[in-house]
Nanobody, 136 residues
């Protein structure tokens, strides 16, 4: 069965940077759209970004970002499409959360990027999550 494993979380000060990685086994990212979600304590899971390399528009694929992270977070892929990275910079206290990567057979239209809708049903596979803590 396909598996996703996140890594790269940790503790960082406000304004700092982290890079999260999502590694795939059992499939490659040219079969799925890959989304990043986060869940802060006491809050609903939120869509952060979505990458679909299957629908190239000539600029490397379709990428969506939540307004709250636009310009600060960047998604990329490497290792022949088997690893997706979430580069986070200018981190804020409100970015503190457990971050999850997830894959869907569908496309990014099923991901409520910036919202909380449908995450339970939209994704076919989930990673275990990695904690990101931003201290002020």
């Amino acid at each position: 069965e396909p598996q996703l494993v996140e890594s790269g979380g940790g503790l960082v000060q406000t304004g700092g940077s982290l890079r999260l990685s999502c590694g795939a086994s059992g499939f490659s990212f040219d079969e799925y759209a890959i989304a990043w979600f986060r869940q802060a304590p006491g809050k609903e899971r939120e869509g952060v970004s979505c990458l679909d390399v299957r629908r190239s528009d000539g600029s490397g694929g379709k990428i969506l970002y939540a307004d709250s992270v636009m310009g600060r977070f960047t998604v990329s892929s490497s290792n022949a499409g088997s690893t997706v990275h979430l580069r986070m910079s200018d981190l804020k206290a409100e970015d503190t959360a457990v971050y999850y990567c997830a894959g869907t057979y569908a496309d990014c239209s099923v991901v409520d990027v910036g919202g909380h809708q449908n995450w339970e049903h939209a994704m076919n596979y989930w990673g275990q999550g990695t904690q990101v803590t931003v201290s002020s």
